[in-house]
């Protein structure tokens, strides 16, 4: 399977603990974004990484929250301290370049619970 | 700011009837880009296609159409003669870039759509 590829699928955390999401890009990719779906608020951007940089985290909440994309391994997106309004999916998608112009894939998604 | 609006949240169809999603976006910027993404019940974001603002062309993949009009900032997409496997959650992006160093992709609220046999 050629494609992005998100884990865990599921993932249940009770609130205080942290929170790991994995995302192993597209193969030739190498510009990750992630995005959450909350209910009933829809997908919103997170942040947008390439290989060790952040370009921007312009969505990303200050605290708590955090992503990286080393040169070798997946990109991880970490919360710390869990609280129930984290519950939600994530996303993690992929580009080829910079995402101008070029289509944006992504992966099944993890979904986080928080009880 | 871009702003994508799908004013219909559910529809219900019955089988092999024809439907349209609507979708109406908003962005200041000359070069943009829109998607459609379908998510089944099992979640996953399906990529469907992609539009430049450049090209008006309307596109035909099946039974899936999409029609673009600049002019009214829409662009919608019609399902023909529609299946039981096409109930989804259907998503209109739009990407344009954001100002903080990346193109991001602004997603409308979603249109349930729901195909009854």
């Known amino acids: 399977n050629a494609g992005v590829m998100q884990n865990p699928r599921h993932l249940v955390r009770r609130r205080g603990q942290e929170a790991r999401l994995r995302c192993s890009p597209m193969?030739?990719?190498?510009?990750v974004y992630w995005y959450r779906q909350l209910p009933e608020e829809g997908l919103k951007f997170m942040v947008y990484?390439?290989?060790?940089?952040?370009?921007?985290e312009s969505g990303m909440p200050k605290e708590r929250f955090s992503a990286e994309f080393p040169k070798e391994g997946p990109s991880i997106l970490r919360i710390q301290q869990v609280v129930r309004g984290d519950s939600a999916a994530y996303f993690c998608?992929?580009?080829?370049?910079?995402?101008?112009?070029?289509?944006?894939?992504f992966g099944e998604g993890s979904w986080l619970t928080v009880v | 700011a871009q702003k994508v609006t799908q004013a219909q949240t559910e529809i219900s169809v019955v089988e092999k009837e024809d439907v349209t999603l609507d979708c109406v976006y908003e962005?200041?910027?000359?070069?943009?880009?829109l998607f459609w993404y379908k998510q089944p019940p099992s979640g996953e974001l399906v990529f469907l296609i992609r539009?430049?603002?450049?090209?008006?062309q309307n596109e035909i993949s099946g039974r899936y159409s999409w029609n673009f009009q600049k002019s009214t900032s829409s662009f919608n997409f019609t399902i023909t003669a529609s299946q039981v496997v096409d109930s989804a959650v259907y998503f209109c992006?739009?990407?344009?870039?954001?100002?903080?160093?990346?193109?991001?992709?602004?997603f409308g609220k979603g249109t349930k759509l729901s195909v009854i046999p």
């Open positions: 992006a739009l990407m344009a870039y954001s100002g903080a160093g990346s193109y991001q992709l602004t």
């Open positions: 990484l390439q290989k060790e940089n952040i370009i921007d």
């Open positions: 998608a992929s580009s080829s370049d910079r995402g101008s112009g070029n289509t944006i894939y």
């Open positions: 539009r430049n603002s450049f090209d008006e």
């Open positions: 962005t200041r910027d000359t070069t943009y880009y």
């Open positions: 193969k030739g990719h190498s510009h």
